[in-house]
C-alpha cells in the first residue's frame, strides 16, 4: 500500500457515511477506514435502476462483511426521474448530439442522496471511491460542499493514489473474500442507459464489439410500437399504461434493447480539461428522446423550439459538469415545463435490428392540421396578395440597407 495518507485528521471513533457500491474502490474504502482509521462506518447505496433486487442483497451482505456499522438502501428510480431525467427528456438532451447523459446524470442523484443521508446520520465526514482520473470526483465534491457544508470529504482512492493491484493487495491481506477478477469491459447500468468502457475506448479509433454489449442482438423481425406522451412525459407504450414514467422506461428498453438500438461511442470533454471515449446503449431513451423531439416539432412555434434548443446545450453541459445545484438550472427547468403544456400524442416508431425511424404521430395539438392548408400545395389562411404585401415588409429593411450601400458608393 502507499506510503501516503489521507488528507484528514478525524478522530478514531468519529461517524463517516460512505457512498458504497460494492465493488473493488468502496470495499477498500470500508477496510481502510475501519481498520487503519478506526472510524465508524456508515455504508449506503443509491439505487439509481441499474441494480436488481438480488443484488442489492448481495451488496448489503457485503457490506456487514466487511466491517460497515450499518448499510442503508435508497431506491431512488422515481426521485431520479422526477428531479432530473425529466428535464433531459423535456429538453431532448444529447450531450455532443449523441449521449444522452447516462452515468452523470445518476451520479448526481447519487451524489444528493448521499448528502442526504450524511445530513440525517450527523455525519463527521463522508467519503466516496472516486479516483483522481475521472468526472465523478468533481460532481462529488461540489454536490457535498455545497450541500453538507463543514463536513469532511474522504477520498482514500483519490488521495493514495492507489492502483488496483495495491488495493486488491490489501484486501486479501485482510481476508476479504470478492471477485478480484477484472473484467474485460467496465460497465454502469442505469435507468437512462448503460456505459461500456473497454482497451477499444481508451483510444481515438476503436469500436466495441459485438459480445462487449450487455444486451444482445435477439430480435430481427421488424415492429412497430406507439408511445404515447402526456405534458412531455412518456405515459403509455401500445395502450399499456405505466403508473410512473420510469416504469415505462423499463419496459420500453425491454422492448427495444434486444434490437440492437441504442448503441454508440461518445466522445466528450471532461469536467477536468482531457477528452474521453465511452460506448454506451441506451435504447429507451434514445426511443424517448426522438419521439418526444418528433411530436415537439409538430405541437411548438417556431421560437418554442428555437429558444429551448439553445437552453438545452447548456442546460446538458451545466449537468455533465455537476451543476446541478446552481439556480439557473430550475430557472430553464421552468422554461421545459411551460413548454410541454401541450406536447401530447402518439409517436408511431419502427424498430429494426440497430436502428429505428419515427414514423409520425397524432395529436389533438398538431399545428400542422389541413385546416389550415398544406405545405406546398394550397393554404387557406390567407391569400396570393397578402405574401406578396408580406413579403416586401418583411424584407423592407434588408432592403433599405442595399440601397443606401449601393447609394454611397
Known amino acids: 500500500m502507499s506510503s501516503n495518507q489521507t488528507n484528514n485528521n478525524l478522530p478514531a471513533g468519529s461517524k463517516v457515511v460512505l457512498g458504497f457500491s460494492g465493488g473493488l474502490d468502496t470495499s477498500y474504502c470500508v477496510k481502510y477506514l475501519t481498520e487503519e482509521k478506526g472510524y465508524e462506518v456508515h455504508s449506503v447505496i443509491v439505487n439509481t435502476g441499474g441494480f436488481s433486487q438480488e443484488e442489492l442483497q448481495q451488496i448489503e451482505q457485503h457490506a456487514y462483511r466487511l466491517g460497515v456499522k450499518t448499510h442503508t438502501t435508497?431506491?431512488?428510480?422515481?426521485?431520479?426521474?422526477?428531479?432530473?431525467?425529466?428535464?433531459?427528456?423535456?429538453?431532448?438532451?444529447?450531450?455532443?448530439?449523441?449521449?444522452?447523459?447516462?452515468?452523470?446524470?445518476?451520479?448526481?442523484?447519487?451524489?444528493?442522496?448521499?448528502?442526504?443521508?450524511?445530513?440525517?446520520?450527523?455525519?463527521?465526514?463522508?467519503?466516496?471511491?472516486?479516483?483522481?482520473?475521472?468526472?465523478?470526483?468533481?460532481?462529488?465534491?461540489?454536490?457535498?460542499?455545497?450541500?453538507?457544508?463543514?463536513?469532511?470529504?474522504?477520498?482514500?482512492?483519490?488521495?493514495?493514489?492507489?492502483?488496483?493491484?495495491?488495493?486488491?493487495?490489501?484486501?486479501?491481506?485482510?481476508?476479504?473474500?470478492?471477485?478480484?477478477?477484472?473484467?474485460?469491459?467496465?460497465?454502469?447500468?442505469?435507468?437512462?442507459?448503460?456505459?461500456?468502457?473497454?482497451?477499444?475506448?481508451?483510444?481515438?479509433?476503436?469500436?466495441?464489439?459485438?459480445?462487449?454489449?450487455?444486451?444482445?442482438?435477439?430480435?430481427?423481425?421488424?415492429?412497430?410500437?406507439?408511445?404515447?406522451?402526456?405534458?412531455?412525459?412518456?405515459?403509455?407504450?401500445?395502450?399499456?399504461?405505466?403508473?410512473?414514467?420510469?416504469?415505462?422506461?423499463?419496459?420500453?428498453?425491454?422492448?427495444?434493447?434486444?434490437?440492437?438500438?441504442?448503441?454508440?461511442?461518445?466522445?466528450?470533454?471532461?469536467?477536468?480539461?482531457?477528452?474521453g471515449r465511452v460506448g454506451f446503449e441506451a435504447a429507451a431513451p434514445m426511443l424517448i428522446l426522438k419521439a418526444h423531439h418528433a411530436l415537439e416539432k409538430h405541437v411548438l412555434t417556431k421560437w418554442q423550439l428555437g429558444w429551448k434548443d439553445q437552453l438545452a446545450q447548456f442546460y446538458g453541459n451545466w449537468l455533465h459538469e455537476g451543476q446541478i445545484m446552481d439556480p439557473v438550472m430550475r430557472d430553464i427547468e421552468a422554461y421545459f415545463e411551460s413548454s410541454q403544456a401541450n406536447v401530447t400524442g402518439d409517436v408511431f416508431i419502427q424498430l429494426m435490428p440497430y436502428r429505428f425511424q419515427v414514423i409520425g404521430i397524432e395529436s389533438a395539438y398538431d399545428l400542422m392540421s389541413s385546416k389550415f392548408g398544406k405545405y406546398g400545395e394550397m393554404n387557406n389562411g390567407w391569400s396570393g396578395d397578402d405574401v406578396r404585401g408580406f413579403s416586401k415588409i418583411f424584407g423592407n429593411q434588408t432592403a433599405i440597407y442595399h440601397s443606401v450601400k449601393d447609394s454611397a458608393k
Open 74 to 275: 435508497v431506491d431512488a428510480v422515481k426521485s431520479y426521474y422526477d428531479s432530473i431525467l425529466k428535464y433531459l427528456v423535456f429538453g431532448n438532451v444529447l450531450k455532443n448530439n449523441t449521449y444522452p447523459l447516462s452515468v452523470s446524470a445518476e451520479r448526481l442523484s447519487q451524489a444528493l442522496h448521499i448528502a442526504e443521508h450524511a445530513k440525517a446520520l450527523n455525519a463527521a465526514a463522508v467519503v466516496h471511491g472516486s479516483t483522481g482520473a475521472g468526472n465523478d470526483q468533481v460532481r462529488f465534491d461540489m454536490i457535498f460542499h455545497i450541500m453538507i457544508p463543514g463536513v469532511e470529504i474522504i477520498t482514500p482512492i483519490r488521495d493514495l493514489k492507489l492502483s488496483r493491484e495495491e488495493e486488491i493487495a490489501y484486501l486479501k491481506s485482510k481476508g476479504v473474500d470478492m471477485n478480484f477478477e477484472k473484467a474485460a469491459y467496465s460497465i454502469n447500468k442505469g435507468l437512462w442507459g448503460t456505459s461500456v468502457g473497454g482497451k477499444e475506448t481508451l483510444n481515438s479509433k476503436g469500436i466495441l464489439p459485438e459480445e462487449a454489449w450487455p444486451t444482445q442482438v435477439t430480435r430481427n423481425d421488424a415492429e412497430e410500437i406507439k408511445l404515447h406522451f402526456e405534458k412531455g412525459q412518456l405515459t403509455a407504450i401500445n395502450d399499456q399504461q405505466f403508473d410512473h414514467p420510469s416504469d415505462a422506461i423499463r419496459h420500453l428498453q425491454s422492448i427495444a434493447g434486444p434490437f440492437g438500438i441504442g448503441r454508440d461511442i461518445h466522445v466528450g470533454d471532461t469536467i477536468i480539461g482531457i477528452k
